[in-house]
């Protein structure tokens, strides 16, 4: 994202009406869910910043983990983070 954001400031863009990136790395998804059998372990959900309590659902972005607390945060976090790509 970073080099996406550094080519974006060196090329001159007053006549561009529209730009459209596409940022593709892995076809297959999956969402994993992590046991955590520790009680020293513990996790914030990425999206609503709960603790997790229970299984911890997995999910990469750009190369960084994100850990949840339930599917439907996994969904919303998703949701922001593919708009905030369309932006850009």
Do not use: H, P, W
């Amino acid at each position: 994202m970073r080099l996406i954001l550094a080519i974006q400031e060196k090329i001159n863009l007053t006549d561009v009406n529209n730009i459209r990136i596409l940022l593709v790395k892995n076809a297959f998804t999956k969402d994993l869910t992590i046991r955590l059998a520790s009680s020293s372990i513990t996790l914030t959900c990425s999206y609503c910043d709960k603790k997790v309590t229970g299984d911890a659902v997995k999910k990469k972005f750009d190369d960084k983990d994100y850990f949840f607390c339930c599917t439907t945060c996994q969904g919303e976090f998703e949701k922001k983070y593919t708009k905030l790509l369309i932006k850009v």
